[in-house]
Every structure is written in C-alpha cells, then in structure tokens.
C-alpha cells in the first residue's frame, strides 16, 4: 500500500499550463484580476503582461494608435498605464467638453453620479444626464422641496441601505441634502423619497459616510442648534416618522463638519464652529436619553476650515495649522503650519501628504516630516491664483485648485509638483469658480452670479491632444517626494 501522504503524480496545477493557455485564460480576467494574477509568480505575472492582453484592454477603451515609438513606454501594458496616468493628470487640450447655462443663483455645491450631475442653485436641487449635454437636449431636472438655501449635499451606497435590494440596485447611490429649512430629504429616482425634521434650526452638514454595519445603517447631521441627530436612513413612511434614532448634546455652537472614523464606523467625529472637536460612540447612543456618548474631545486654534478621518487618525484644518490627532487617545501626533490663513485643506494619507489652499498659491507637505519637527516646510507651493483658494482636490494623479477671485482652475502633477494645466471655467473671464468637482478623468465646474449659473463639463478620457512640456523633452520630471513613480500591480487595478 503507497504512502497517503504522497503527491498525486497526475495532479496538475495552473503553472504547468503552457504560455499561450495562461494568456488565453488570462484574457477573459478584469484589470483587478489580472493584477492578482500578477502578483501571485513571476510565471502568472508574464502571462498577465502579455502584450495581446493588454493591447485589446487598450482597443476596448481608447480605439487610438498606440505610442510604441516612445522613449518612454517599452511594451502595451505600460503604453496603458502611461496614457491612464496622463488623463487622469488632465495632461490634454481636447477633453470632450460642453456647457450648460440656468438662470439663478451660482451653484455652492457639485456631485458626480455616472452620468448624473447633481447641483444646488439656492433651495433647488438640478439634475443633468451629462449624455444630453452632447446631444443637445440638455435634459435637466430641477426639484423644489426644500423652502431655504441648500447646504450640504452627501452620496450614500444603496446597496448599504434596504430600500432596494436588487442586483442593479446594489450599484447606485441616493442623495442626501441639508437646508436652512431645518430639514434633511432622501432623493432617489430623481424624487424625494423621505424627509427628516428635527433640528430646532438649519442644518450645516451631513456626515460623510454612513454609521454602522450592514444595512441597518445610519447617518448623521449637524446643526445650527449644537445638536449632533442620528437618522435611520430605512424608517417607514413619506416624512420620516421615527427616522430620528438619538439627539447628542454638548457642543455649545453651531455644528458645521462631521467625519466618521476609518477604523471603526460607529464612531462619529464633529466640530463646532468655535473649533471644539467631539468624538462620539454611535451605538451607545439612544433617544430615550440625553445621556453623553461622547468618548473624546479636544480643540483646535483658528476656525475650522475641514476634517477627515483616516483609519485611528484625525486630521483638522483650523486658522492657519492641519494637526492629525489619534482618535483611540486624543494625543497630537503632528501639525502643519503655514503663516497665512487656510482656505481649504485636503489630505492624502496613503502618500503621505497634506494639500492646503491659502490665499494666491497651494502647498504640498510631507506628513512624515510633521511629527517631530517643530517648523515644517512645504515639499511644493503651488503658484498660480489670485485670491483664497476655496477648492480643493487631491488625488494619487494631480491636485487641482480654484477659487472665486479666478477664471481658471489650476491642476498640478502630485509627485512633482510640475503644472500642468489651466482650465477655464466660462467663457466670461470676469467670473470666477464657485464649486467643482473632481472624479477621475472627468471634472465639472460652476460659475456665476446672482443671475445665472454656468456649468463646464470636460472628460479627458477620449482627449488625443497632449499639452506640450518641457520635461517631455529632458524626460519624465523627477518626484520630490519619492522619486519617479512606478506602476504596481495593485494600482493598475484602480481604474
């Protein structure tokens, strides 16, 4: 009798396939798989770099020539990456583009939804099929329901709700807005679905993310009242009734930012516009008493700019500083300070780096250098603007900037600081930026004045005319962070 423990001679495994088998298989994969296929062998990984796959990823997405001749791309795959990583930087002077005109007030808030642009123009909210504005149709949706000025506006995951449990369904988001009418409403289907009153005043803003697990979850606002109120987003009925879970006091101000904590969602962090910071534990929270959840507190110098939690970290713009503050101890572990007056602040953690907005330029800091350093240098400033830089974007690809006092919005390579281009936001000079937003290689903004609101929408992803620089001449432009940028694995999958 053989040894049981022995090996089956007959038994195979995906390495002892052939070459043109693996690439043949390996066709039928997702970007997202073929960059796990990759990382599993330096076998899996020659036939997930087959330059046969990659050129029919190419074809699929961009039916352009591909730039083989270039000094800088040696196969398909990085002729992929290259041109991925220069759309998203906005490196181009023919994005797709089109504007569309209203009449009222600017736009003060912007989300990207698909092909859905979502905007507030004062109480209104609008909804644009950014597939109309090319077409001609400009088939927009306005809905009325709010009685006063919107103020924060929050896209939220369907599928972490029960409102629709469907395969399509798990794919979309509903929109949450806040008013000066003291009011909260759920859009989805292009309709308010659910309106949450509660608040004794308006509502400054929602929390960022959902609270919880499953889909039980729920979300949060602030208010004018100092109140912190946590909301089932899955009551019954048209209004709401009984959506209201807990009222949390203690703030002695208006609440103005929220943030929920990256490591544990039940955790809700608030600020109040006297920068005092509170840090709460949702799930001991309860209507039936006005007992404090609040596990933290601390406060910040200057008044709050922006928030944004990160794993156990918190980082908090105020005046003229960013500190990140541990939230399992409420100890300071860094601060960035610079002399003048932030506007607007956006932080990139899984860089290590810190944007913030100032009045005429932007500026790049390294976190790593924060923490034991008692004056710390920008790595980059960001030159270009006049006036406070209101808007923000930071991303692993570009930072893009801009501000009311400014025709044209900014953007910058976030390895090396290079500009790289400058975009108009009107065809009226004389109005600046008065919101945006950013998602990938598509960005919209909003000018105007107290009588009309002009939306650009551009897409780079079809755009073929490159901006011309002079680092294409002497080569790719070097990091001042970490030297050049390679592509791994796992970033080619973020698409």
Not at 98 to 127: A, R, W, Y
Not at 389 to 396: E, T, V
Request: proline residues 4%; contains cysteine.
């Amino acid at each position: 009798m053989g040894d049981s423990s022995s090996p089956d001679p007959s038994s195979s495994t995906m390495t002892d396939l052939n070459m043109d088998t693996l690439v043949q298989c390996a066709s039928y994969l997702s970007l997202r798989d073929l960059s796990n296929m990759a990382m599993s062998c330096k076998y899996l990984q020659r036939a997930a770099y087959s330059d046969s796959i990659w050129l029919s990823l190419f074809r699929h997405r961009w039916p352009l020539p591909i730039p083989l001749s270039s000094s800088q791309v040696s196969n398909v795959r990085d002729a992929y990456l290259t041109r991925h990583s220069t759309i998203q930087q906005f490196k181009y002077l023919d994005p797709q583009s089109s504007d569309f005109s209203t009449f009222g007030k600017p736009s003060e808030h912007i989300l990207l939804d698909k092909n859905n642009v979502m905007f507030s123009q004062g109480s209104l909210i609008c909804i644009l099929d950014t597939d109309s504005l090319f077409s001609g149709s400009n088939s927009l949706v306005t809905r009325d329901n709010h009685n006063a000025r919107i103020t924060c506006m929050r896209l939220f995951p369907l599928g972490e709700t029960s409102m629709d449990q469907s395969e399509s369904g798990r794919n979309e988001n509903v929109l949450i807005t806040s008013s000066c009418d003291h009011s909260i409403r759920l859009w989805w289907k292009g309709g308010c679905h659910r309106c949450f009153k509660g608040h004794n005043g308006p509502v400054l803003t929602l929390s960022d993310r959902l609270l919880g697990h499953g889909t039980g979850k729920i979300f949060a606002s602030g208010g004018e009242d100092g109140t912190v109120r946590l909301w089932s987003i899955n009551s019954s009925g048209k209004r709401g009734q009984h959506a209201l879970r807990a009222t949390l006091y203690g703030h002695e101000k208006a609440v103005s930012l929220m943030s929920v904590a990256g490591y544990k969602t039940s955790l809700l962090v608030s600020m109040s516009k006297n920068s005092k910071v509170r840090v709460w534990d949702t799930t001991t929270a309860s209507s039936s008493s006005r007992s404090s959840c609040c596990v933290g507190m601390t406060s910040i110098p200057g008044n709050p700019v922006g928030m944004k939690c990160h794993e156990s970290l918190l980082y908090v713009a105020a005046g003229s500083s960013v500190i990140a503050i541990d939230l399992r101890t409420m100890h300071r572990v860094s601060t960035v300070m610079q002399q003048v007056k932030l506007h607007s602040f956006q932080v990139m953690p899984s860089k290590s780096l810190i944007c913030t907005g100032g009045t005429g330029r932007a500026m790049l800091w390294d976190i790593r250098k924060s923490s034991n350093t008692p004056k710390v240098e920008p790595v980059i400033e960001l030159d270009g603007h006049v006036g406070p830089i209101k808007l923000l974007h930071m991303d692993r690809y570009k930072v893009v900037a801009g501000g009311l006092d400014d025709s044209c919005i900014n953007v910058w390579d976030v390895d090396t600081g290079e500009h790289t281009n400058s975009l108009i936001c009107s065809e009226d000079e004389s109005l600046g930026c008065s919101a945006m937003v950013v998602d990938g290689c598509r960005l919209v903004t909003a000018s105007g004045d107290e009588e009309q609101c002009v939306l650009r929408f551009r897409d780079f992803d079809t755009a073929t005319c490159p901006v011309s620089s002079n680092a294409s001449e002497t080569g790719s432009p070097v990091s001042k962070f970490w030297g050049p940028q390679s592509y791994s694995d796992s970033e080619s999958s973020d698409y």
